[in-house]
């Protein structure tokens, strides 16, 4: 596993899809064995962060069965019987995997200091397709061997004999479990192929790896070495392997030069000092400060090295944001028809002509004109406002062209921003449509931020705001009072005063069809789940990954220096039910995952088939 290295901040947001990158001041794995009052230490620290920070605690013990006290008690006990701190580790893990929760997890900042900690690893990183892997990369030191078994585009059925959608269910969900069958799936398949101590039980020594392999129409079985190295050792001969030519098409998959990512990546993890200026102000978006608008994004864990998200984030660092299109053609198929309206906004958004055909699929002889949105996250480098102005114009476009048909594709969406995306969903109507409620954990946390916004001085604040800060302050105060844990209901309005409005720009509201999956996370849920319940939209796909609600990172543990990301609220649907474990259900349901390999071409076809058929 390639991870940068990282520091966290006590309240840091996290942004992204694939994980934070964060320099500051968090210590990697202690280098001693951790001591019995030592793990006590740390068991209490995380049990803390829970009672104080966590929103849906009671939620959660109503829907997954369990009392919170009786899992302190548990996890106590079994973290005297750890033997190594790598054993204690997982037991965090597993205790934060126990609220089923995709904001919530442990996370630890991987040192390239010798001992401590080390990495398996097959030599290839990949996508899952349905219930198998599709290889997408390999690992420098492999890229030149076209002997070795396993190549690009291989098909991986079965690890040891085991279908790949087992191991993950018995493996990889114990170190965080996303609330999601689907999203466990999507998100660790990958992670089976190469462990990092502390956070997976690694391989016995000298072990072998069996794969079976659909290549083509024909079934493979190979088997490859296991191969373990300290993190630090690792790293610095993927830095070596890196600095070689690559063959030209080796770096497709990334849409960048894979040489500069790796020696940027190992350089910076190598010797922070390394990381380029550049760099940082477009790695680390939250380096302004904590923002809550801000943190309705999933938080991955720890990504595998080949991770096509790392690639994205640092394809920046050296040629600066690449142009949305390309982006776009990189993770979807575009039609060599399409007619972009603007290519370079941060959603670029391109028509088609379609054939209409009638309720028997005859074709009519008629076409329509059909708009596709590629609307791939609410954390998007141009500030808020510009991005909204860039929608808005959009569909002012579309209208002019005639096009009343409009496909958003949210596949892969990990959230972002809650004022930009419920801005965002506004614009698609021409009435104010009804925004969602939320609930806060009554801590520190958002008592200090609504009794700062009651009292700011800044030129963004009025006596308005302020006032209505004042109200929900003094509310949750109420609740605090009366021995809440979870606040009384807000409008997420009341974190946006005076903000959202009707669009007076959209003649008529279009005929939209949403695509999602199970990565569509946080405020892609909460966008998805707008839409829907405002009947502006039909949502096709796979449910969404019910992560309901903004994320806080907290660290770090005395001692193991473990950090943990927590939900500190939750969004409810406009029928009053969680967003949480919950998600979106489609009005269709598609095997998106299934369509992994085709750049999801088959989802979008169906949608653009529910609006180009007639019906009686």
């Given at each position: ?149 396993v190549q690009l585009g291989d098909i991986i059925t079965k690890l040891d004999g085991t279908d790949l959608p087992d191991l993950v269910k018995k493996e990889a969900v114990l170190r965080g479990h996303l609330g999601n069958a689907e999203s ?433």
């Amino acid at each position: 596993m390639f991870h940068p290295f990282e520091r966290a901040k006590v309240r840091a947001v996290v942004f992204g899809f694939a994980a934070l990158f964060v320099i500051g001041a968090c210590a990697p794995a202690p280098r001693k064995a951790l001591t019995k009052d030592q793990k006590q230490a740390d068991m209490m620290w995380l049990f803390s962060q829970f009672s104080e920070n966590y929103a849906p605690l009671e939620y959660k013990e109503a829907k997954l069965g369990f009392k919170f006290d009786d899992l302190k008690a548990k996890y106590l006990a079994e973290a005297d019987t750890t033997a190594s701190n790598e054993e204690f580790y997982r037991l965090m893990s597993r205790f934060v995997a126990e609220f089923q929760d995709a904001h919530t997890k442990t996370n630890q900042t991987f040192s390239v200091l010798p001992k401590r900690n080390s990495i398996a690893y097959l030599g290839f990183d990949g996508i899952r397709k349905g219930n198998n892997l599709l290889v997408t990369a390999m690992l420098p030191s492999f890229y030149a061997d076209p002997a070795y078994p396993v190549q690009l585009g291989d098909i991986i059925t079965k690890l040891d004999g085991t279908d790949l959608p087992d191991l993950v269910k018995k493996e990889a969900v114990l170190r965080g479990h996303l609330g999601n069958a689907e999203s466990n799936l999507t998100a660790y398949m990958p992670k089976l192929f190469s462990k990092v101590s502390g956070t997976s039980v690694m391989p016995a020594a000298d072990a072998n790896a069996k794969l079976t392999i659909q290549r083509g129409l024909t079934k493979v079985e190979v088997e490859v070495p296991w191969i373990t190295k300290d993190m630090g050792d690792f790293t610095r001969e993927q830095q070596k392997y890196a600095k070689k030519s690559l063959p030209i098409g080796e770096t497709a998959h990334f849409g960048t030069n894979l040489e500069k990512l790796f020696t940027w990546a190992l350089d910076a993890m190598a010797d922070q000092k390394k990381v380029k200026p550049k760099a940082l102000s477009q790695l680390l978006p939250a380096s302004k400060g904590y923002n809550y608008q801000d943190s309705f994004v999933y938080v991955a864990l720890a990504p595998t090295w080949g991770s096509s998200e790392i690639a994205d984030v640092l394809q920046q660092s050296f040629e600066g944001p690449a142009k949305p299109v390309d982006v776009l053609k990189t993770k979807r198929y575009v039609p060599s028809t399409a007619m972009f309206v603007n290519a370079n906004a941060t959603f670029p958004t391109y028509v088609t002509g379609e054939k209409v055909y009638d309720i028997l699929g005859k074709a009519t002889g008629e076409t329509k004109l059909v708009a596709t949105m590629y609307l791939d996250t609410f954390s998007p480098q141009a500030s808020e406002d510009a991005v909204v102005k860039e929608v808005s114009d959009t569909l002012v476009a579309l209208q002019t062209l005639g096009v009343q048909d409009l496909i958003i594709d949210m596949i892969n969406n990990g959230g972002g921003s809650l004022s930009l995306g419920l801005r965002l969903a506004q614009l698609f109507s021409t009435t104010k449509i009804t925004m969602p409620d939320m609930q806060f954990k009554l801590s520190n946390n958002w008592l200090d931020q609504f009794e700062t916004e009651s009292n700011a001085n800044t030129s963004d604040s009025n006596d308005a705001k302020r006032e209505l800060a004042r109200r929900v302050f003094d509310g949750l105060s109420k609740d605090v009072a009366r021995g809440d844990q979870l606040s009384s209901k807000w409008s997420t309005e009341s974190l946006m005063p005076f903000t959202i409005k009707a669009n007076d720009r959209l003649k008529k509201n279009m005929n939209i069809v949403l695509l999602t999956n199970e990565m569509c996370a946080s405020m892609c849920d909460i966008f998805s789940a707008v839409l829907q319940d405002n009947k502006l939209a039909k949502v096709i796909g796979a449910k969404s990954m019910g992560a309901g609600g903004n994320v806080v990172m907290h660290g770090e543990a005395p001692n193991s220096h473990m950090w943990v990301s927590q939900t500190e609220s939750l969004i409810l649907r406009k029928d009053g039910s969680y967003i949480e474990n919950n998600g979106v259900t489609p009005d269709l349901a598609l095997p998106v995952s299934e369509t992994s390999d085709m750049r999801y071409f088959p989802i979008r076809m169906i949608a653009i088939a529910l609006m180009t058929t007639k019906t009686p």
